[in-house]
T-cell receptor, first 115, second 116 residues
Framework: EAGVAQSPRYKIIEKRQSVAFWCNPI?????LYWYQQILGQGPKLLIQ????????DSQLPKDRFSAERLKGVDSTLKIQPAKLEDSAVYLC?????????????FGDGTRLSIL | AQKITQTQPGMFVQEKEAVTLDCTYD???????LFWYKQPSSGEMIFLIY??????QNATEGRYSLNFQKARKSANLVISASQLGDSAMYFC?????????????FGTGTRLTIIP
């Protein structure tokens, strides 16, 4: 089974620029998550989708971050404008259902550096 | 307050030895789940093992086992017969109920280095 696909793998931008990340979850996985992992910390949930609806975006900085999953499959996460503190790895994960006992499967992440 | 605490920032272990990675958690819920993930230098998070709060037996998956002590609120990961490929960051995570919007809270991780 193909895993969670993310692109790009690395991105370097200057502050105040915009950037977008793409995620393709495991086929058939209805639940999709975006996490932010700052160096030296564990991942922090930004947003959770169930199919194409948002379940939890309480920790998403909505003044600059946005995410969508229009057809309930692929998802994009955008930052506009970027700040220095947005330098992090952005991880996408998916699970078959929102069953909390099911593990989430993660992609390789996008490493974002803000200059 | 920290919900997940991993007190060992780094550990060095000789190859073939067993290693225990510590994890304590804080919750007032009766129903919760605990997960361990491995993150190699390549960056992906690999699911290792899961323990539900109502599970009476400690979880095991191959060389991984979870030493679950509910009264002490600890869920330590034990890796038997460590291998060089076990060198990675290890994260403990807890799932708490949240009206159907359960989410994982991760600890800060432990960097494990296996010495040949």
């Amino acid at each position: 089974e193909a895993g969670v696909a993310q692109s790009p793998r690395y991105k370097i931008i200057e502050k105040r620029q915009s950037v977008a990340f793409w995620c393709n979850p495991i086929s058939g996985h209805a639940t999709l998550y975006w996490y932010q992992q700052i160096l030296g910390q564990g991942p922090k949930l930004l947003i959770q989708f169930q199919n194409n609806g948002v379940v939890d975006d309480s920790q998403l900085p909505k003044d600059r971050f946005s995410a969508e999953r229009l057809k309930g499959v692929d998802s994009t996460l955008k930052i506009q404008p970027a700040k220095l503190e947005d330098s992090a790895v952005y991880l996408c994960a998916s699970s078959f259902t929102s069953d909390p006992n099911q593990p989430q499967h993660f992609g390789d992440g996008t490493r974002l550096s803000i200059l | 307050a920290q919900k997940i605490t991993q007190t060992q920032p780094g550990m060095f272990v000789q190859e073939k030895e067993a290693v225990t990675l510590d994890c304590t958690y804080d919750t007032s819920d009766q129903s919760y789940g605990l997960f361990w993930y491995k993150q190699p230098s390549s960056g992906e998070m690999i699911f290792l093992i899961y323990q539900g709060s109502y599970d009476e037996q400690n979880a095991t998956e191959g060389r991984y086992s979870l030493n679950f002590q509910k009264a002490r609120k600890s869920a330590n990961l034990v890796i038997s017969a460590s291998q060089l490929g076990d060198s990675a960051m290890y994260f403990c995570a807890m799932r708490e109920p949240n009206f159907g919007n359960e989410k994982l809270t991760f600890g800060t991780g432990t960097r494990l280095t296996i010495i040949p």
